[in-house]
């Protein structure tokens, strides 16, 4: 028996090398038929090499896996955080998540804190255990402080100004008051 193709004749059977659909030529690996519009093979299995092609990409895919598989973990388990002042910083999750990879923090900071929650929760988060942005008792905290300054402020203000006309109101009565006291005293 011969290859259709190479026209190599098959003398060495190789039974123990597995099993494909077709049986192979040694030489040149092409499948052995009857006709090329045939799928029957010429001949015996005993006549034939049955062989089974390697698959050639095994390592470059597993490597591939590997790579494929830390970067999702990496992905999963880190945000990539940048900004104008600060650059590029990398911080850890909360919990594992491929949302919000890459945030930009003046974004972040330039809208609303409720407008921020909503698009980005989990970088608020993230952000807030880093101490990059604070947290919504500490912002609270703030407010609160800071209106009691200028309330304090306010207040200070207005004692201050009224002190002052109490004063003047005093100094101009005084001057009234030398001013009858000169008239009644001739």
Wanted: aromatic content about 10%; charged content about 25%.
């Amino acid at each position: 028996m011969q290859c259709v193709d190479c026209k190599t004749k098959i003398e060495d059977p190789n039974t123990n090398a597995g099993t494909v659909e077709y049986p192979r030529c040694r030489q040149c690996l092409h499948k052995i038929l009857n006709n090329f519009n045939s799928d029957t093979p010429v001949g015996t299995p005993e006549d034939v090499v049955y062989y089974r092609k390697p698959f050639k990409h095994t390592k470059s895919l597993l490597i591939a896996g590997i790579v494929l598989f830390f970067l999702i973990v990496f992905m999963g388990n880190f945000h990539i955080i940048s900004s104008m002042d600060h650059g590029f910083q990398l911080i850890s999750r909360v919990s594992f998540s491929l949302n919000e990879f890459f945030v930009n923090l003046d974004e972040i900071t330039g809208m609303p804190a409720f407008e921020a929650k909503k698009r980005f929760p989990l970088a608020i988060k993230a952000l807030v255990k880093a101490k990059m942005i604070e947290s919504d008792e500490a912002r609270e905290k703030r407010v609160a402080g800071e209106i009691a300054n200028t309330t304090k402020q306010i207040y200070d203000s207005i004692q201050v100004e009224m002190k002052k006309a109490q004063i003047e109101s005093e100094r101009q009565t005084e001057e009234y008051l030398k001013k009858i006291r000169k008239i009644l005293d001739y």
